[in-house]
Every structure is written in C-alpha cells, then in structure tokens.
C-alpha cells in the first residue's frame, strides 16, 4: 500500500468553487440563450420541434424533425389514461389525495423508473438486440441468439424486449410500424434481426416483441446507445399519469378505488400486549 | 416488416390477488362505518397503548422489523439517526431542499425534491443497500487484506472521489472526519456487531491511503446489525436524513431569492 499523502489534493473541488463550466449552454444576459452552441430563440424556436429540443438536450443530438417525430409517437403509445397501470394508479391516487398536479404527475414518471416497465428496460433492451446485432454479424444464428438467451432465464423466454406483463400480444406495434413506415423510414438492421427473433419466439413459445423491444431496435438503426436512449424517454408516460389525476380529481377526495378497513387482508402477528 | 403477422392482444388472466395484503398494520374498523379504523395495531400491538408505554425509536424498529427492539439495539438506532439527522448544507439533497425552499415551490414539495435526490449513488440513499450486501458478505474475509487487494487493484486515473468499495472511500481528496468519529462511539455500543466491527477494521485499513468510512458505509453497518433487510436501506436512509433536509429547506422558504448565491455572469462559462 502506499503511504498517506502529507495533505489532502482538492484542486479539483477548488477549482469548482462559485464557477459552473457547461457544455450544454445558458444565458447570456442581454445577448442570448444559448443551447449547444445554437441561439434558442433565433434558431430554435418556431424552427424545431419541442420534440428535437428534447432530444437535443437529452443527447446533444439535433435529430431530424422525422426522427422526432417518431420518438413523440413513442411517447404517445406509452401515455395511456388507464388508472390500472402502476404509474398512472400513482397519479389518480394524487388526485383523490388532491395532491398538486405537478407533485402526482412527476410522483408517477418517478414510478416509472422501474425494472419491470416505463423507461428503464430500454438500456437492457437496448443492450440486448445490440449484443445480438454483433453476435449475428460474427456468425451466430438467430435461433441460437434466442436459445442462449433463453437459457439464461431457465429456459424461459424472458429476453428484455419481448413479452410482457398482463397481456400477451402489444397493440403499440404495428401503430409505430405504421408510424414508421408514413415517416419514410428502411427498416434497418437491428429492426430486421428483432423481427426475426420474434418469429423465433411466436414460434417456439407464443411470445412477440413488445414496445421496448421494437424502439430498442430501430432506435439501435438510427446510432443511438442504450444511454442516450433511456435519457430521451424519461418522461414517457407523462402525460397518462396527468390523464388519470385529473379524472380522480374531479370525483370525490378519497373516492378512487375506495378501501373498506377489511379490504386490507392484514396477515401479520395476532393482536398482542405490549411485554413489561 | 409492415405485412407481418402480430399476436392479438389478450390477457394473460394471471391470478392476481383480490385483497393488498400486509403483515404490519391491521385497522379495526368503527362499528358503524366499514372505513373508519377505530383500532390500528402495529405487528399486534395496539398503536394507543404503544403511544403510552413506548419511545419513537422503539416503534420506529417495530414498524420495520416486526419486533420490538431490546434497549441496546434502540440505543444503537437512537444514536444512529442523531448521526444521520442532517447531512448538512453543502450535501446536494439538502441543497436542493434549500433551492426548493428560497424559489419558493410550494413547502409541501420541499422534503419529496429533497429526498429523490437523496437517491443518489454518490453519499446518498442508493449505496446503502450495495453496502450492506458488502459488508455482510465479508465479515468472515479478513478486512486489512481485503482493503490491501483493492487497494492494488485500484485504477489511477479516478477523477474526483473514490469509492473503493461500497461504502468506503474518500470524500474531497480525503478520509471523511465525520463518519470516523461517529464509527468511534457506534463501535462501543453494546448493540454493535459483526458488520460494525468488519467495518471499522476495513475503514482503519484504508486510512493509510487517505480512505475511510462513508457516511452511507457506516448507516449499511450499523442497518446490518440491527437486522434491517438490505433493500430496506435506502429507504431507511432517506428517513434518517429527511429532517435536516427540510430543516435547511423550509429555514429558506421565507427569505428573498437573493437569500442563496446566484452565480455571476463572469463566473458562468459556457463551454460549447
């Protein structure tokens, strides 16, 4: 090991003291904003979509309008005003809690922070169909991309991007095939290789692609990585958490899904005396 | 890809449960209205009664181990949360309380903001439980040898702080004070077991390369001895700190916006 330093080095926190270097942009009093080295107001705004902006600020990319549009049809088919869904339930409980809309809509994008749905299994799905994508041009089959994959779930078809909770089937599929095709995008190749996967596992196991695996793949076309792309969709399901507090809060507080004492199923410790 | 053939939606009919079930809370309802509780238990007890004959600290433990703790471990629990009360106002939770407080956001958002950035993984709630499954795992490895091969597997191109393990490392190019002296009187608690003990030696081991305790490695020791559950420890640790983090908030929410710096213009470099 080597011996203690005679005093600590914090040049680099010294250096960080009442100064903030960005390499995104700011405001510039008097001149500009400015965000990525373009001038909001004369080159953004009324020129680009809110969509690209957010992607832009996400990325640092400036993506086509074409592109953005596509991510905004995204954001479209995972914003559904379905109280059910766990964020959206998030956000109708805020509203018979009559909670500020923003804390209720910001509380169910939260939620949706999860390992099981909403945004954050696109850096393993991602991760995934590019894994296969390399695997693929380095020789290996798809069935054996499917059956290796598999194989680390016992056997079972649990590859992220495929499958999911609920329902069997994903009616946001062909609604963004069709988007895509309108908006005048090839079908690249990490799009081809999911479909091909998935005709594995319909095959074998009655399973298809669903909305994480289908962005996952075309959004791995356009040269996106699994980062950039869980940094675009973090508010994805915004807008159906709004939906489902103002419908809560229209009806009477505490009126959503009302709960009877008994409707708990309290199975913990008898009733007990506190020891002396 | 347009022609192809699509599974049609259905459902998958799982069996899902027809009540939330719980093993902490039970509320007995009013004879005349299925909604009001009249009686709460907690794993058993009678809330009221606990109210009478209990500490704070006491229920506290109750709520999340389903046991009333001894007088050792809420001692050793009691002593933990003063430690953890404030994380102070140079911690980026707290600062974004105070941010939250001096922009005048409504005060019920101030503690919610506070917390979620509490959340990090830098000193902050999402080491807790990476922590607590380190240490646990290796109270039985000796900790100076241990310390030593990280030590040497250590890469040097580190920008900023280092944490050679989950819960240990440095803080601002050297060994956090604090967390060092709060170990010292945790270790003497009678309460203090195995994970504590492990993780002194391993702080004591690193100090010769200007490493110690973290906060957080000390909140998943102390989380550990006491039977807390891994997962819970994030959690736990937003509680702990959640105080000080609205302290330093709401102390702003009546001041002028100029009551917090505002970086000038000349400090303010944009680097695209």
Redesign the interface.
Same mark, same amino acid.
């Given at each position: 090991?080597?011996?203690? @330093?005679e005093a600590?080095?914090?040049?680099? %926190?010294d250096e960080n003291r009442?100064?903030?270097?960005?390499?995104?942009?700011?405001w !510039?009093?008097g001149e500009a904003v400015?965000n990525?080295?373009y001038n909001m107001m004369d080159e953004l705004v009324g020129h680009k979509s809110y969509m690209q902006i957010v992607i832009l600020n996400a990325t640092g990319r400036l993506v086509s309008k074409q592109l953005a549009d596509w991510v905004e049809a995204v954001h479209i088919c995972l914003s559904w005003p379905d109280p059910r869904i766990w964020c959206n339930h998030i956000g109708a409980l805020g509203g018979t809690a009559r909670?500020?809309i923003? &804390?209720a809509t910001v &509380?169910g994008v939260?939620a949706a922070d999860s390992r099981a749905y909403g945004s954050k299994p696109l850096i393993e799905g991602v991760g995934f169909i590019q894994r296969a994508h390399k695997e693929l041009i380095q020789g290996t089959s798809v069935e054996d991309i499917v059956s290796t994959e598999c194989a680390r779930h016992g056997g079972k078809p649990y590859i992220m991007g495929y499958a999911r909770?609920? &329902?069997?089937?994903? /009616?946001r599929? @062909?609604a963004m +095939? *069709?988007v895509t095709?309108n908006l005048g995008f090839e079908?690249g190749p990490h799009? #081809?290789l999911a479909?091909e996967i998935e005709e594995v596992l319909?095959r074998d196991f009655? /399973?298809?692609m669903n909305i994480n695996g289908y962005v996952s793949a075309f959004l791995s076309d356009q040269g996106l990585s699994a980062v950039e792309i869980y940094h675009m969709f973090i508010t994805t399901v915004t807008s159906g958490v709004t939906a489902c507090y103002v419908d809560a809060a229209s009806k009477p507080a505490e009126s959503f899904l009302?709960? *009877?004492?008994?409707?708990?199923?309290?199975?913990?410790? @008898? $009733? *007990?005396?506190?020891?002396d | 890809?347009?022609e192809?053939k $699509?599974?049609? !939606?259905?459902? *998958?009919n +799982?069996a899902f #449960?027809? =009540?939330?079930? #719980?093993?902490? %809370? $039970? /509320?007995? @309802?009013s004879d005349n209205n299925?909604?009001?509780?009249s009686v709460c238990?907690c794993?058993?007890?009678?809330l009221i /009664?606990?109210m009478q =004959?209990?500490s704070f600290i006491e229920v506290f433990f109750l709520l999340y181990r389903?046991e009333?703790p001894n007088q050792e471990q809420a001692q050793l629990l009691e002593k933990l949360m003063i430690a953890l009360i404030n994380p102070g106002p140079r911690h980026p939770a707290t600062r974004a309380a105070m941010n939250a407080g001096v922009g005048k956001t409504?005060s !019920? $958002?101030i503690l919610?903001i506070a917390l979620?950035i509490m959340g990090g993984e830098h000193q902050g709630a999402a080491c807790i439980e990476p922590a607590m499954r380190f240490i646990r795992k290796n109270t039985k490895h000796d900790p100076a040898e241990l310390a030593?091969q990280f030590? #040497?597997e250590l890469s040097d191109d580190v +920008?900023?702080d280092i944490t050679i393990a989950p819960g240990f490392g440095?803080r601002?190019?050297?060994i956090d004070q604090m967390p060092a002296h709060i170990a010292q009187l945790l270790i003497a608690e009678p309460a203090s077991g195995k994970c504590m003990q492990w993780g002194q030696a391993f702080a004591l081991s690193l100090?010769?390369?200007?490493m110690g305790w973290h906060t957080t490695g000390l909140a998943a020791a102390v989380f550990a001895d006491l039977g807390f559950q891994p997962r819970m420890g994030a959690g736990l640790f937003q509680l702990l700190s959640a105080p000080g983090l609205f302290a330093h908030g709401i102390e702003l929410a009546n001041k002028p916006t100029t009551a917090m710096?505002f970086?000038k213009?000349e400090?303010? !470099?944009? +680097?695209?």
């Open positions: 090991m080597s011996s203690k @330093p600590d080095d914090t040049s680099l %926190w009442n100064i903030i270097r960005s390499h995104k942009g700011g !510039v009093m400015y990525h080295g909670c500020s923003v &804390a &509380a939260i909770p609920i &329902a069997k089937g994903d /009616e599929i @062909p +095939e *069709r095709k079908v799009l #081809t479909g319909m009655d /399973e298809g009302a709960l *009877r004492c008994d409707d708990i199923d309290y199975q913990g410790k @008898p $009733h *007990r005396s506190l020891p | 890809m347009s192809k $699509h599974i049609k !939606v259905k459902s *998958r +799982e #449960t027809d =009540k939330t079930r #719980t093993n902490i %809370w $039970h /509320e007995l @309802p299925p909604y009001i509780a238990h794993h058993g007890y009678d /009664e606990l =004959k209990r389903g009333l409504d !019920v $958002h919610p979620s030593q030590v #040497t +920008e900023g440095n601002f190019g050297g100090n010769n390369n200007n710096p970086i213009d400090n303010y !470099v944009i +680097e695209t």
